[in-house]
């Protein structure tokens, strides 16, 4: 296989899960597939923040549900079969990896971003979650559309499968997936999925159990960082806040923890089902955007050095609870709607 | 977040990528512009860095001093820790903490420092003559 293009169309998108699912469905005549819409239907938004557990020396804390599940999810909700595949040898992965592109298929791989060369050295951790599509090979590199990129790009066969058996937590084991016999979907499909999906979304925010998940979530991070300033110290504290605008708002999010990338999908979904409501709940997760952002800025003030006392990170902690309660509604509202 | 407050402050993605947000446009309709980058975010990308730097720094002068091998070094300049490097090199945790003393270090065999220098992606040579 010395050159071999699939017709793949690159999909610049915020979140690198949504981009391939969106961008493989497309590719599979589902015209109508747009990034808010995978994210939505997926149910990516959440919030999660996982006590004692350190990423990077900082707080473990989530803004969407678990990698791989939003494409999964969507995908099941429109009856298109995702076929995934890890491996336990580099070569069987590589193999599996050249047949599909040989059979037409574009297929989505997990990666680790810490070797992948076109990142930005600085945005490169041991994060093993990271999506692109890989659409054929040329002069012995692989054709490659990474969604948070504005173009495609390639990888060397070496590079690929160096980021396709990164290690460590969530260690991609060389996953690829493809959807597999996609049929057209018809709008009542979609609209029943509409329903489904907002409805399970309204469910992880307000009722899986206990105090970490969902809405109680964001109440159990403000009450952390009421605590962080005394237990830590001013700059470990200072670092944390970092942590949490960066899980917040880094390159992946759409700004606003995914919460803008929701109203978008609300908006969009209220001319499917034709319903004003969910415009007016649409605007209720802008407004929480806004104020995560916001949140950021003020967070911001402290790590940068301008403020910090206690009353400072109480002023964070407090706009987190105000949050909690602006979702906490939006998605009581949410969950009343019916067909 | 309305398409005009979106922040333009230049950042690691120039010349790389330009990052996707979700703005409202001037009819109040959602859709997405390009963003170079956000002050409020870089500085905590920024600060991230100054501490990983230190933790480096800091471990390097260990080296130096006798008190941690170079394997503890290269973990911390690879931004790993020890589930990382168990993953990648196949040994226990235990075993590596071990390999972090000075003593234990000198005298491992070949192939385990070769399985070190690989997880590292440096050769065995420069971790073998590391110093601090």
């Not at chain 1, 005549?29 to 990423?55: C, D, K, Q, R, W």
């Not at chain 1, 402290?302 to 902690?317: T, V």
């Not at chain 2, 001093?65 to 170079?70: A, C, D, E, H, L």
């Not at chain 2, 070094?73 to 589930?83: A, G, N, R, S």
Request: aromatic content about 12%.
């Amino acid at each position: 296989m010395d050159k071999l293009i699939l017709p793949y169309k690159h999909l610049q998108t915020a979140h690198c899960e949504n981009g391939v699912g969106a961008g493989l469905l497309r590719h599979h005549g589902l015209n109508f597939m747009t990034e808010p819409l995978m994210f939505g239907l997926g149910s990516g938004i959440f919030y999660i923040h996982i006590p004692i557990l350190m990423v990077n020396g900082g707080p473990a804390i989530s803004y969407r549900s678990m990698p791989g599940w939003i494409f999964s999810r969507a995908s099941k909700l429109l009856d298109v079969k995702v076929n995934r595949r890890k491996f336990s040898s580099e070569k069987e992965a590589t193999d599996y990896l050249n047949k599909q592109i040989g059979l037409g298929n574009p297929v989505g791989c997990q990666v680790g971003v810490y070797n992948l060369p076109y990142f930005p050295p600085e945005y490169r951790f041991h994060f093993n979650a990271h999506n692109l599509v890989v659409y054929g090979k040329e002069n012995g590199n692989y054709l490659i559309s990474d969604p948070v990129m504005e173009t495609a790009t390639t990888l060397t066969e070496e590079e690929l499968l160096k980021v396709r058996f990164a290690k460590g937590p969530l260690a991609p084991k060389g996953q690829v997936y493809y959807p597999e016999n996609v049929k057209p979907v018809s709008k009542e499909q979609i609209q029943k999925a509409i329903y489904k999906s907002i409805h399970r979304s309204a469910f992880d925010m307000l009722n899986i159990p206990g105090a970490i998940c969902g809405v109680d979530g964001i109440k159990y991070t403000a009450k952390q960082i009421r605590n962080w300033r005394e237990k830590l110290g001013p700059r470990k504290a200072g670092l944390y806040l970092g942590q949490i605008v960066r899980m917040q708002e880094e390159i992946g999010t759409g700004g606003g923890g995914f919460r803008f990338l929701y109203a978008a999908f609300l908006e969009q979904a209220s001319n499917y089902i034709n319903n004003e409501e969910l415009l007016k709940i649409s605007d209720e997760f802008t407004k929480a955007g806004d104020l995560w952002r916001a949140s950021a800025v003020n967070m911001g003030r402290i790590y940068k050095g301008r403020l910090n006392e206690q009353k400072d990170f109480e002023e964070s902690a407090n706009m987190l609870d105000e949050i909690s309660e602006i979702e906490r509604a939006a998605f009581k509202a949410l969950r009343k709607i019916k067909a | 977040m309305k398409k005009e407050d979106l922040p333009q402050d230049p950042s690691a993605l120039v010349g790389v990528t330009r990052d996707l947000c979700y703005v409202k446009d001037a009819n109040g309709k959602y859709t997405t512009d390009l963003s170079i980058g956000w002050d409020v975010k870089k500085q905590a990308l920024d600060n991230a860095w100054n501490d990983i730097n230190e933790r480096i720094n800091e471990a390097a002068l260990q080296v130096k001093y006798g008190k941690m091998s170079p394997v503890f070094y290269f973990m911390e300049k690879k931004l790993m820790d020890l589930t990382l490097l168990s993953g990648y090199t196949g040994f226990w945790k235990l075993t590596i903490k071990r390999h972090f003393k000075p003593s234990v270090f000198k005298s491992l065999s070949d192939t385990k420092l070769t399985a070190y220098a690989k997880a590292f992606d440096i050769s065995a040579e420069e971790l073998k003559n590391f110093n601090g």
